[in-house]
């Protein structure tokens, strides 16, 4: 599999900024979608944005949109998620997750083989 490390997450106050990333040491990164997906205590697994192996195109939940940045640099095999104004309901345990490119499934984030350990987001009112 694609080994993926999450880091970046932390404490912040509603309204303030992280930036998650989220580093491969296989040579299969440049090659794959990579996205970023968020589970808060007792709720499900939920998508908030991914981007295509070139990083032309992206794709993010509607909750985040305007707010999150996602970002790829494929030479530094590291995929990025810029948080702005970020809202108390945003405390999750956020992850990375990957997979081989496919046109008909490339948004389809819950379902890429390969994810990182997580990196945890709190954000206080």
């Known amino acids: 599999q694609v080994q993926l490390v999450e880091s970046g997450g932390g404490s912040v106050q509603a309204g303030g900024s992280l930036q998650l990333s989220c580093k491969s040491s296989s040579y299969l990164f440049d090659i794959c979608v990579v996205g970023w997906y968020r589970q808060a205590p007792g709720k499900e697994h939920d998508v908030d944005a991914t981007i295509v192996p070139g990083g032309g195109v992206t794709d993010y939940a509607d909750s985040v949109k305007g707010r999150f940045t996602i970002s790829r640099v494929n030479a530094k095999a590291t995929l990025y998620l810029q948080m702005n104004s970020l809202k108390p309901e945003d405390t999750a345990l956020y992850y990375c997750?990957?997979?081989?490119?496919?046109?008909?499934?490339?948004?389809?984030?819950?379902?890429?083989?390969?994810w990182g350990q997580g990196t945890q987001v709190t954000v206080s009112s």
């Open positions: 997750a990957a997979a081989r490119f496919r046109s008909d499934t490339w948004k389809r984030v819950l379902e890429y083989p390969n």
